[in-house]
């Protein structure tokens, strides 16, 4: 026969043989496929489906990002021929060559094409211009190229606008690029007769456009943003030399024909570019994006990625993730960063690692992601391993768990040991290991057993093993299944009837070793009042009991002045009986009002008016309740003037009511 007593180990034992059965079903181990990393120059590899997947730093390609990422062409600037080169950032110098002009009538200067080309010239289209003297390298009669990046104000003014000039001795002009007066780029040459070519459509205003115009032995042409937009032969294959200025953002000094808007890398050729040339300076890197909308106007990005969105594009930013750290240094380059967080310490920051603890499980599937646990245990299937679970078991018990690896929510620690019942090897701490002792639960360190029935004494219900159970058997400790009692005095025949002589036999004798003839049993435990140690029946000894005769098993004494609350009369003794107290369990040592008993803290609950379960409609109306229970206080001679202006000020300070 199994004792109840026996089941908690039971289950124990049932428990831990599920778990090992488990444990040998798990399935093999995971292997992470980017360990080690495959991808080099700085490429991060993503396990996908166990398969590595390299992501490559700019300027690299191929599976391992170990082929440089070539542009698909050789691109040059031209700068061979190019006489005078004007880059208005905040002077009117010539870059290449020593035609430097000089701002008049307030010419100035404002933003560049882009941040790439700091400032460039900025023209009021009233009467501005920069002038440059004569020089024998703007003498160009034959052959040349002018070129620049303008944003008109307004280019369909009404008016010609120019832009580069270079005007014909005794008036008129000798060589100009310009806008027309609907906003077409246009060519003008001049050798006494006029040829003239411009674009079919308008430059847009406001926005930077390239323009260029080409002369070479009588072909004069037009260009808008690297492309061929208009063209003429004209009559004459050459210009004359003239001795007049070269100027910037005017045409005629008779005329004027002032430019309104920016212009920026203004430029002059001694030759005429070609197409291809043109283009190249449209767009400098030859990616295909126009330097005034390109990211990296000096490196070829035709895709224009700019990771982190800051207008500074991926392969001519030193930072691609913005997180100040340059991706030189970066541990992640392309993933926000700043402190460079590198749990396992493999040189690839948390960011960007798909397996932070390196223990060949990937984040996304590691139920531990920043503690190495390649086993993947989960004792209780709650998604997070064990070795970072604060409640491995999951038996809702945190710290002080008495048996971490075991669920036991009632944390029943029977020897009081230290370890719970549920994984302790000795539950009764008698010295026999669970598996032997016959009395788990019970302290029987001889292990006696009576009738030998595997079941020590000290747990067994059938002491003799007769088939009797100890409390109905009239011998217990002597077999006697037929329970024979031939004098009918309730004493089995095989023992005595009547131990203590009180008239009483001992199988009704609640103290059958005791004189007791009234059989006087207060808590009805089968023990009489004469030999009960606990007379109420509560699980405490009489002599620590706190209430002898009141059943209290938790022996609550609010008050701690040795009497259990079940039997205090004042169980807070704050002077008013419990009958009268309508605040009960008032903290000792607090002033209580002695008609009611109650504290200025139970008058007046922070969460809001006693007796209701709103809140108070305000912090005026919880401070106003306790400066008026404060002054009766003070008024009864309950409380100090000084203490009650502490409390009310207290009251004042709180968040109550608010």
């Given at each position: 026969m199994i004792s109840r007593k026996h089941v908690p180990y039971l289950l124990s034992l049932a428990l831990f043989l599920s778990l090992a059965t488990a444990v040998r079903a798990m399935p093999p181990l995971p292997t992470d496929a980017c360990d080690p990393n495959p991808c080099v120059n700085g490429g991060t590899c993503a396990d996908v489906g166990g398969e590595a997947v390299c992501t490559c730093l700019p300027g690299w390609t191929g599976k391992d990002c170990d082929v440089p990422d070539e542009p698909a062409e050789t691109c040059t600037v031209p700068t061979s021929g190019e006489v005078a080169r004007w880059q208005g950032d905040g002077n009117a110098q010539d870059s290449v060559d020593s035609n430097h002009g000089t701002a008049l009538n307030g010419a100035g200067y404002g933003s560049g094409l882009s941040d790439f080309f700091d400032q460039g010239f900025a023209f009021d289209g009233v009467n501005d211009y920069v002038s440059v003297p004569d020089?024998?390298?703007?003498?160009?009669?034959?052959?040349?190229?002018?070129?620049?990046?303008?944003?008109?104000?307004?280019?369909?003014?009404?008016?010609?606008?120019?832009i580069l000039s270079k005007p014909r001795d005794g008036g008129g002009t000798g060589y100009r690029m310009?806008?027309?007066?609907?906003?077409?780029?246009r060519i003008g040459l001049n050798n006494g007769s006029n040829c003239v070519a411009g674009s079919a459509a308008s430059v847009p205003a406001g926005q930077w456009t390239h323009a260029a115009v080409t002369f070479d032995a009588g072909a004069a042409s037009v260009y808008l943003d690297g492309a061929f937009a208009a063209g003429t032969t004209c009559a004459f294959s050459s210009l004359a030399d003239s001795s007049e200025p070269f100027v910037l953002g005017r045409e005629l000094p008779s005329l004027g024909r002032y430019f309104g808007g920016a212009v920026d890398q203004a430029r002059v050729f001694d030759h005429a570019l070609s197409e291809a040339e043109i283009r190249n300076l449209w767009d400098t890197d030859c990616d295909d994006v126009g330097d005034d909308a390109d990211n990296c106007p000096f490196d070829v990005n035709p895709g224009q990625e700019d990771h982190e969105g800051d207008g500074l594009g991926d392969v001519?930013?030193?930072?691609?993730?913005?997180?100040?750290?340059?991706?030189t240094s970066d541990n992640c380059p392309l993933d926000a960063n700043a402190d460079q967080a590198d749990n396992d310490l493999d040189t690839l920051g948390d960011a960007c690692d798909p397996d932070d603890d390196n223990d060949g499980v990937a984040d996304t599937a590691d139920n531990c992601p920043f503690d190495a646990n390649p086993d993947q245990y989960d004792l209780d299937n709650d998604g997070l391993g064990d070795v970072c679970d604060a409640d491995a078991d999951g038996d809702?018990?945190?710290?002080?768990?008495?048996?971490?690896?075991?669920?036991?929510?009632?944390?029943?620690?029977?020897?009081?040991?230290?370890?719970g019942d549920a994984c302790d090897l000795d539950d009764d701490d008698d010295g026999v290991a669970d598996t032997a002792d016959n009395c788990p639960l019970d302290v029987n360190p001889t292990q006696a057993d009576l009738d030998g029935d595997n079941i020590g004494d000290a747990c067994d219900a059938d002491l003799d093993g007769d088939g009797?159970?100890?409390?109905?058997?009239?011998?217990?400790?002597?077999?006697?299944?037929?329970?024979?009692d031939a004098d009918g005095d309730g004493a089995g025949d095989a023992c005595d009837a009547d131990d203590d002589g009180d008239g009483v036999l001992d199988p009704a004798d609640n103290c059958p070793l005791v004189y007791n003839p009234g059989q006087e049993d207060f808590d009805a435990d089968g023990f009489g009042d004469v030999c009960d140690g606990d007379l109420d029946g509560d699980g405490i000894d009489n002599g620590a009991d706190n209430c002898p005769s009141v059943p209290n098993g938790g022996?609550?004494?609010f008050d701690g002045d040795g009497e259990g609350d079940a039997c205090d009369g004042d169980v807070d003794g704050d002077g008013v009986f419990n009958a009268a107290d309508v605040c009960a369990f008032t903290p000792?040592?607090?002033?209580?009002?002695?008609?009611?008993?109650?504290s200025i803290d139970q008058l007046c609950p922070?969460?809001?008016?006693?007796?209701?379960?709103?809140?108070?409609?305000?912090?005026?109306?919880?401070?106003?309740?306790?400066?008026?229970?404060?002054?009766?206080?003070?008024?009864?001679?309950?409380?100090?003037?000084?203490?009650?202006?502490?409390?009310?000020?207290?009251?004042?300070?709180?968040?109550?009511?608010?």
């Open positions: 020089s024998p390298s703007l003498s160009l009669t034959t052959s040349f190229t002018l070129a620049a990046w303008i944003k008109p104000t307004n280019p369909a003014n009404g008016n010609v606008q120019g310009s806008l027309a007066p609907d906003g077409a780029a001519c930013d030193p930072d691609d993730d913005n997180d100040s750290v340059v991706d809702g018990v945190l710290a002080g768990d008495n048996c971490p690896l075991t669920p036991n929510v009632d944390q029943i620690d029977t020897d009081g040991d230290g370890d009797v159970v100890n409390d109905d058997d009239n011998c217990p400790l002597i077999v006697n299944p037929g329970q024979d022996q609550l004494d000792s040592g607090v002033a209580v009002d002695p008609e009611t008993g109650c922070c969460d809001g008016p006693r007796g209701t379960t709103k809140p108070w409609k305000n912090h005026g109306q919880f401070v106003s309740c306790v400066a008026k229970s404060a002054g009766s206080f003070l008024k009864a001679g309950l409380i100090s003037a000084t203490e009650k202006d502490a409390i009310v000020s207290a009251a004042a300070e709180s968040t109550c009511g608010k």
